[in-house]
């Protein structure tokens, strides 16, 4: 794993703190750090990771690369919850594939412990793909949905 600064690991353990998280692992290659608190007292250590996780982190990372060029951008969950396309289940869904979206448009919800998080398009484009159905579980840094940017 490159070499992790101590405020990058202090900020990891500042969102475990504000968000009651026990746990947070990041893979990068073929190592991975992993940070797991008691009472919010991080313990951090450093893993190995297969060599066939390795490999399919490696096809994942050049897929993302191929579509960032071809002007697609993800839209990522900044937080861990449960991944919601609409307000209310009562209510039309934020976006759909086929939409267009405005830079700083709520495209989704993500709700953690009752804490409701808007999640904005960081970009003006259209929706290609939402990646999460309704109501499932979102992790940290996992792609919500790709929007193709038109400017």
Known sequence: MKEVSADYIEKLIDIMKNNELTEVTL????????IKSNNFKPVIKEKEIPVEAALIEESVQEEIAQEEKKN??????NMIGMFYSKPSPEEKPFVQVGDTVKKGQVVCI?????????????????????????????????????????E
Do not use: H, R, W
């Open 110 to 150: 993500v709700e953690t412990i009752k804490l409701v998080n808007k999640v904005t398009s960081d970009v003006a484009g259209k929706v290609v793909e939402i990646c999460i159905e309704d109501g499932k579980p979102v992790e940290y840094g996992q792609t919500i949905m790709y929007i193709e940017k038109t």
């Open 72 to 77: 697609i951008v993800p839209i990522v969950s």
């Open 27 to 34: 893979e990068d290659g073929e190592k991975a750090l992993f």
